[in-house]
């Protein structure tokens, strides 16, 4: 457990700066900089060591390797709030528009492949999610009047990879994923009474939480020039944040949701592939994260087994991506995806914490290949502005409007041997 701990403690510190991504809710747009430069495809066409995040089964494929890179990023959150204050019990926020801090993060990822038969392959992937960051100044007493007010969440995962190529350009894939979480809230003290346990709902520092769960996943040849690919990761089992019992459902519960990967790369076009890839997340089947604010708040206090959450939806993403081998050392990448943003307009109060908007990423990439063993790749991508908008469900002749927009790089090494 030591040794576990200490694993943790020196990953997370690494990515401690990284609480937000590209986000299609609060999971990354894509997982290491080649599949994020076309837009987070790769369900069926797998090329580095970080492909557990995406199939597992794509491991069989990408040979002995190790890859490692660093992302940097930048996502811009704001909230508006219009209408008057009104007197209690009605709970409204101060008007005007105000800008979350903390715009630049850093985060790396690592991946490491060994063919151990002709046939079969292990590997290790490590990955991150986030989004749910936000620090808003305590001016005009915060958001919440409970002075600087804000969340963190930062997730880690550890993807240890088996595969099997079973046949001749089929393979299938396992990995028992390893994941660490941390959070704290800072600012909700005026939720106190909603809340089932008002000592542990803000201001008690960070908390940590292990987990977990697997992922599987086939990939393989459907025709000459045609591939496809598919995932399906658990809900993986977290234990609980204690220390914000009474602000989470279930007594602290914030476990990860499913998440399933199919997609299809075609290579019909000399030295060109087009993929498209569907993702599917169910962030409703996770109470913490699911639960509407209203009318669960009206009938359970924060912290119940059916407690008010975030109010998230299920989140459906399709990716279209493209590269192209210019020549034998350079190949160049792009992408798009579109997944309508899990916040509806009746949960924008409590989302002021969690604005995870975004809806379209815009992707570009590149590897140059330096030698037989060496390459560098490259991604850039920009989120453009997604604004959701509704009224404050406990003042309701106030309007909140949560906005953000994105943009961001990455660049990794890829050694083969």
């Given at each position: 457990m030591r040794l576990k701990y200490s694993l943790a403690v020196a990953a997370i510190s690494a990515l401690a700066p990284a609480a937000a991504f590209a986000t299609n809710g609060y999971f990354s747009h894509g997982y290491g900089t080649i599949s994020k430069g076309m837009a987070?495809?790769?369900?069926?066409?797998?090329?580095?060591?970080?492909?557990?995040?995406?199939?597992?089964?794509?491991?069989?494929?990408?040979?002995?390797?190790i890859d490692?890179?660093?992302?940097?990023?930048?996502?811009?959150?704001?909230?508006?709030?219009?209408?008057?204050?009104?007197?209690?019990?009605?709970?409204?926020?101060?008007?005007?528009?105000?800008?979350?801090?903390?715009?630049?993060?850093?985060?790396?990822?690592?991946?490491?492949?060994?063919?151990?038969?002709?046939?079969?392959?292990?590997?290790v992937s490590v990955f991150a999610n986030g989004g749910m960051n936000t620090d808003y100044p305590g001016g005009n007493g915060g958001p919440f009047y409970?002075?600087?007010?804000?969340?963190?969440?930062?997730?880690?995962?550890?993807?240890?990879?088996?595969?099997?190529?079973?046949?001749?350009?089929?393979?299938?894939?396992?990995?028992?994923?390893?994941?660490?979480?941390?959070?704290?809230?800072?600012?909700?003290?005026?939720?106190?009474?909603?809340?089932?346990?008002?000592?542990?709902?803000?201001?008690?520092?960070?908390?940590?939480?292990?987990?977990?769960?697997?992922?599987?996943?086939?990939?393989?040849?459907?025709?000459?020039?045609?591939?496809?690919?598919?995932?399906?990761?658990?809900?993986?089992?977290?234990?609980?944040f204690d220390k914000y019992r009474g602000l989470f459902a279930e007594q602290g519960d914030f476990d990860i949701p499913q998440m399933f990967n199919a997609g299809i790369a075609w290579s019909g076009i000399q030295d060109h592939w087009f993929l498209l890839d569907i993702q599917h997340?169910?962030?409703?089947?996770?109470?913490?994260?699911?639960?509407?604010?209203?009318?669960?708040?009206?009938?359970?206090?924060?912290?119940?087994?059916?407690?008010?959450?975030?109010?998230?939806?299920?989140m459906t993403t399709v990716k279209l991506g493209w590269q192209w081998q210019q020549t034998p050392d350079h190949a160049w990448r792009a992408g798009a995806s579109y997944g309508e943003n899990p916040i509806s307009d009746e949960d924008v109060l409590f989302n002021v914490l969690a604005p995870g908007v975004q809806e379209w990423h815009f992707t570009g990439g590149f590897t140059h290949s330096f030698s037989n063993n060496l390459e560098l790749s490259g991604m850039a991508f920009f989120s453009p502005t997604k604004e959701v908008s509704g009224p404050n469900p406990l003042a309701t002749n106030q309007t909140i409007n949560l906005e953000m927009y994105q943009v961001g790089a990455s660049a990794s090494l890829g050694w083969t041997f």
């Open positions: 987070g495809t790769g369900s069926a066409l797998s090329q580095d060591s970080i492909a557990a995040a995406t199939n597992p089964a794509g491991m069989a494929f990408v040979g002995n390797r490692g890179g660093i992302e940097v990023f930048s996502p811009r959150r704001e909230y508006t709030v219009e209408g008057p204050v009104s007197p209690p019990p009605a709970f409204s926020l101060q008007p005007g528009t105000y800008e979350s801090s903390k715009n630049g993060f850093v985060i790396p990822h690592f991946g490491f492949n060994r063919e151990l038969t002709d046939t079969t392959a292990f590997g409970g002075g600087r007010t804000g969340v963190n969440l930062e997730q880690l995962f550890i993807a240890p990879t088996w595969s099997w190529e079973f046949a001749d350009n089929q393979a299938i894939g396992i990995s028992p994923v390893i994941a660490y979480q941390r959070f704290e809230a800072n600012g909700l003290q005026s939720f106190a009474p909603f809340s089932s346990d008002a000592s542990a709902l803000s201001n008690n520092g960070t908390d940590d939480a292990w987990g977990y769960g697997y992922q599987i996943g086939w990939q393989g040849e459907l025709t000459d020039t045609l591939r496809g690919g598919i995932s399906w990761r658990n809900i993986l089992k977290m234990g609980e997340i169910r962030y409703s089947e996770i109470n913490s994260i699911g639960n509407a604010l209203i009318p669960n708040l009206q009938s359970a206090q924060l912290g119940d087994d059916n407690g008010a959450g975030f109010g998230w939806d299920d």
